[in-house]
């Protein structure tokens, strides 16, 4: 005769998955990331293309396990650089679990190439329409009505990133999506970033920043050295530039806007860090960098990751 073991505890479902978060340049991704994650993982300015890197940042419940991936916003590519992010963006496509598609309140461009590919892979789509605190309610009513006929089938989501308005009932939504699965990631993991990524980054964010025009575009930043004791981290970051002139602009009059630039980047990086930081910068020519296909492997744009 077999006897039920009625005392076995049943375990939980675990879930978890990857959530994309794609769109325009400029419409709230990075900020919409670092809420839902809770912490800064990407860097935030108002210019475009602030983000070039897929960044993961990695939430985690008891019983669940949410991957959110930044990508670069999508555009039309005018050199290199850009056409290895954008054919990134789209390949990433292949690998969510969840789609986030964010646009601004208002915003009525889009790809149709794109909606069409991300419709046929059958993900969940949930669509986010952001800065409605800028907006009157009216033309909130307005954008949902109109993306509504555009992704029929998505979940469409009106909020602040900023203000933090509604983004407690996006996150619930993503739970609620997420496949079973067991975690892909450390239950105590944050991201999937070394240390002098997030340096360079927060670097880089101060560029954005303080210089103009095309200058921040013309710049990667390279962490050459990293070292920490119980006291302070010493950094050297090297500033590569595609012209003499660039050169010139980065290091400013007598010194002037490279030590502006190590002063801001070093508060930023102590605050991230909470740690003293000594940031030495240095600034290099490498001509035309953005267009070599050796050079942006070399600067981690192979997207292998």
């Given amino acids: 005769m077999n006897i039920e073991n009625t005392n076995t505890p049943i375990m939980p479902e675990h879930h978890a998955g990857f959530v994309n978060i794609i769109g325009n340049p400029n419409v709230g991704k990075s900020t919409l990331m670092n809420q839902l994650v809770g912490e800064k993982i990407s860097i935030m300015t108002s210019k475009a293309q602030t983000t070039r890197h897929r960044i993961k940042g990695i939430v985690n419940g008891d019983d669940y396990q949410i991957v959110y991936s930044d990508l670069p916003g999508v555009l039309d590519p005018a050199y290199m650089m850009q056409k290895m992010m954008m054919k990134f963006v789209i390949e990433s496509l292949q690998d969510a679990d969840i789609i986030l598609y964010l646009i601004e ?19 969940p789509i949930v669509f986010i329409i952001n800065k409605i605190d800028k907006y009157t309610s009216e033309q909130v009513e307005e954008s949902q009505r109109f993306w509504k006929e555009v992704f029929p089938d998505a979940y469409v989501y009106a909020i602040s990133a900023l203000k933090n308005i509604n983004i407690e009932a996006v996150r619930d939504c993503i739970i609620g999506l997420l496949p ?3 975690p892909y990631f450390p239950k105590d993991a944050l991201t999937d970033r070394p240390m002098r990524f997030f340096v360079s980054e927060l670097i880089r964010e101060q560029i954005l920043l ?20 119980e006291n302070m981290v010493r950094i050297g970051a090297t500033l590569y530039v595609e012209r003499d002139t660039q050169k010139a602009i980065i290091i400013g009059s007598k010194g002037s806007a490279i030590k502006k630039l190590g002063t801001d980047a070093r508060v930023s990086i102590e605050d991230f860090l909470q740690k003293h930081i000594f940031l030495d ?25």
């Fill in 105 to 123: 309140c208002g915003e009525t461009k889009y790809n149709a190439e794109l909606v069409e590919k991300i419709k046929a892979l059958g993900r």
């Fill in 180 to 182: 079973v699965c067991p």
């Fill in 281 to 305: 910068l240095s600034v290099k020519v490498l001509k035309d960098w953005r267009n070599s296909e050796l050079l942006m492997k070399k600067f981690g744009y192979d997207y292998g990751d």
């Fill in 210 to 229: 303080q210089y103009k025009k095309e200058i921040p575009y013309s710049v990667e930043v390279v962490v050459e050295s990293y070292k920490e004791d």
